[in-house]
């Protein structure tokens, strides 16, 4: 079975502060990618990576930086944390391009 | 429990009869479909997929049906229980930019 993992269910975070969330997958899979999700407007691409320090940005990827030094790990940064970028976060990773994905639990983020 | 989409489409069934959630797709080149599960509080799990050279896919419970002349994508859950309950999304992949895209996903209601 492929597990991905999220370093935090719930995070509490002040406006300005910098955010880790780190997402590590077990199945040796090439392909992550972090989401955000929100009431009403559905699963919106952050950022992906199709291979280890490589990075493409999604759809929405203003405030966002990412990181993959390892090919399991694929890290979200919020640089200056803003309410607006409160959220369910969830990871991602496939096999290959356009392959099933495979998600995380997801970490609920609040910026007061 | 967390709230996935306030504005989701909602479909109630009463414990024992059968689901059909309904999905309509936009690109007629997409050539790979995947149905989530996504219960409250959790990440979205893989639960069947289909690719287009074929238009029907079973699964235990689950059947996935594709109707490509109308571009229309359907789940059926046979003999539907409470753990039934979580919205489903639907996932297209459309073959020009090689990305899954998301729907909004449907809140399948279990009435005891």
């Known amino acids: 079975d492929v597990k991905v993992t999220q370093s935090s269910r719930y995070l509490v975070k002040r406006t300005g502060e910098k955010v880790f969330l780190e997402c590590v997958q077990d199945m040796d899979h090439e392909n992550m990618f972090w989401y955000r999700q929100d009431p009403g407007l559905g699963l919106r691409l952050i950022y992906f990576s199709y291979d280890v320090k490589m990075k493409e940005k999604g759809d929405i990827p203003e405030g966002y930086s990412v990181s993959r030094e390892k090919k399991e790990r694929f890290s979200l940064i919020l640089e200056s944390a803003s309410t607006n970028q409160t959220s369910m976060y969830l990871c991602?990773?496939?096999?290959?391009?356009?392959?099933?994905?495979?998600f995380g639990p997801g970490t609920r983020l609040l910026v007061l | 429990g967390e709230s996935v989409g306030l504005h989701l489409p909602t479909l109630s069934v009463q414990e024992g009869d059968n689901s059909i959630i309904n999905c309509a797709y936009s690109n007629s080149a997409s050539d790979y479909f995947i149905w989530y599960k996504q219960e409250s509080g959790k990440g979205p799990q893989f639960i069947i997929d289909i690719r287009s050279n074929m238009d029907k896919r079973q699964g235990q419970r689950v059947t996935v049906l594709l109707n490509k002349t109308v571009k229309h994508l359907s789940l059926q859950i046979a003999a539907t229980q409470p753990g039934d309950s979580a919205v489903y999304f639907c996932a297209e992949n459309r073959n020009r930019d090689d990305k899954i895209i998301f729907g909004k996903g449907t809140r399948l209601h279990i009435l005891p």
């Open positions: 991602a990773s496939s096999l290959r391009n356009a392959e099933t994905q495979y």
